[in-house]
């Protein structure tokens, strides 16, 4: 459920978790399984049977077409779609050469989307659209859930107004309470500055960090999940672009501010 309320307002357009679309308000977005497909052709004697039967309760979602043969499925859709049979709105490819896969797919199926879905990531769907792929949407899973591990540690900056600072070989941290000044220059981000919360805006600069709770208590209502995506969508888009490239990407330059230097320096000696 966390994991597709992250995902959502990341940016990404949806859900296959019921229970999170449920909870979240939204419609759950996603294809029939393989299982699925394996089971009635068991049964039933065809893959033919499979999507038919898919389709019969979900006419709008994507068939799943590489259980067996992916070109052949797409041939068969390919004919049933011109003898009036049945209307496919989406196919999903879910292995194999994605790039030949997707192209082959597309020369049988030119007015159907096409889905791919397999431990993407953000690297192999670049390297998938450098590479010509015929793919209009992605479906992340594995890798965006569990990916590389960040690192965070909550560290005691200021106790009753008194500064702190731990000064451990290349563990030391900055004391006071803090806040991120961002400057913009024409709606882009030229850089962040770190300092102290009572410090003030320098020109062309807004405060990123926001007091939402004080002794327990909330300041104000949570905010709906729309709102966050469309702020985070705002956030990205605000950073250059040789900063949000996949590879290589420029860091933010990242500055602290004399105030905050100097108290550094002030706790350290105390």
Same mark, same amino acid.
């Given at each position: 459920l966390w994991a597709g309320r992250a995902a959502i307002a990341a940016g990404l357009d949806g859900t296959l978790t019921v229970l999170a679309a449920v909870k979240l308000g939204c419609q759950p977005k996603g294809t029939m399984a393989h299982a699925l497909v394996m089971a009635i052709t068991a049964v039933? *004697?065809? %893959?033919h049977d499979a999507f038919t039967a898919f389709y019969r309760y979900f006419p709008n979602a994507p068939l799943l077409i590489d259980t067996?043969?992916?070109?052949?499925a797409a041939k068969s859709l390919a004919q049933r779609i011109a003898a009036g049979e049945i209307q496919v709105t989406g196919v999903r490819l879910d292995s194999g050469d994605l790039v030949t896969l997707s192209q082959e797919v597309r020369s049988h199926l030119p007015n159907v989307s096409i889905f791919a879905s397999g431990d993407l990531d953000e690297y192999e769907i670049a390297r998938l659209k450098q590479a010509g792929a015929c793919i209009d949407g992605y479906?992340? *899973?594995?890798?965006?859930?569990? *990916?590389?591990?960040?690192? +965070?540690?909550?560290?005691?900056?200021?106790?009753? *107004?008194?500064?702190?600072?731990?000064?451990?070989?290349?563990?030391?941290?900055?004391? +006071?309470?803090?806040?991120?000044?961002?400057?913009?220059?024409?709606?882009?981000v030229i850089k962040d500055r770190l300092g102290l919360m009572a410090?003030?805006?320098?020109?062309? %600069?807004?405060?990123?960090? %926001?007091?939402?709770?004080?002794? +327990?208590?909330?300041?104000?209502?949570?905010?709906?999940?729309?709102?966050?995506q469309?702020?985070?969508?705002?956030s990205v888009a605000s950073l250059a672009t040789s900063t949000r490239q996949i590879d290589q990407p420029s860091p933010l330059p990242v500055e602290i501010s004399d105030a905050l230097q100097q108290l550094t320096i002030a706790t350290s000696k105390g």
């Open positions: 039933s *004697g065809s %893959e067996y043969d992916t070109v052949a479906g992340l *899973g594995t890798r965006l859930v569990t *990916g590389n591990p960040i690192n +965070g540690v909550y560290k005691l900056v200021e106790i009753d *107004g008194i500064p702190t600072m731990k000064q451990s070989s290349s563990k030391v941290t900055y004391p +006071g309470r803090k806040q991120i000044y961002r400057q913009f220059h024409q709606d882009t410090e003030s805006c320098q020109d062309h %600069e807004q405060p990123l960090l %926001e007091q939402v709770i004080k002794q +327990g208590q909330r300041l104000k209502p949570p905010e709906s999940l729309e709102v966050i469309k702020r985070t969508a705002a």
